[in-house]
């Protein structure tokens, strides 16, 4: 079993930063590939971005978000820049088992993510 646990969500404005972080525990956390989705209300959970050996993102980002990861603390970085009132969502973080190559293929789909947090809360107002 992983825990996974998401942090760094909050209230700010339009064109602001925020920084998310996410823990996994386990001794193979170098061997997990993690995710990114969010939720915005009302809509479905969509994929924001993911980092195996290699990164993805969404194509809507706009290549305003950057993901990083620590394998020394088990920790995932998800850093939001220039953020807009339409980002507003929770942010979910997940970590997937899957071979680095299947995941390359399959890491937009929520159904390759073993182990999900409970979200953190960004809020964008304008």
């Known amino acids: 079993q992983v825990h996974v646990e998401e942090s760094g969500g909050g209230v700010v404005q339009t064109g602001d930063s925020l920084r998310l972080s996410c823990t996994a525990s386990g001794r193979s956390f170098s061997n997990y590939n993690m995710g990114w989705f969010r939720q915005a209300p009302g809509k479905g959970r969509k994929f924001v971005v993911g980092?195996?050996?290699?990164?993805y993102y969404a194509d809507s980002l706009e290549g305003r978000f950057t993901v990083s990861r620590d394998n020394a603390r088990n920790t995932v970085y998800l850093q939001l820049n220039s953020l807009k009132p339409e980002d507003t969502a929770v942010y979910y973080c997940?970590?997937?088992?899957?071979?680095?190559?299947?995941?390359?293929?399959?890491?937009?789909?929520?159904?390759?993510?073993?182990?999900w947090g409970q979200g953190t809360q960004v809020t964008v107002s304008s």
């Open positions: 980092i195996g050996d290699n990164t």
């Open positions: 997940a970590a997937s088992l899957l071979t680095s190559q299947d995941y390359s293929m399959n890491y937009y789909y929520r159904g390759v993510y073993d182990y």
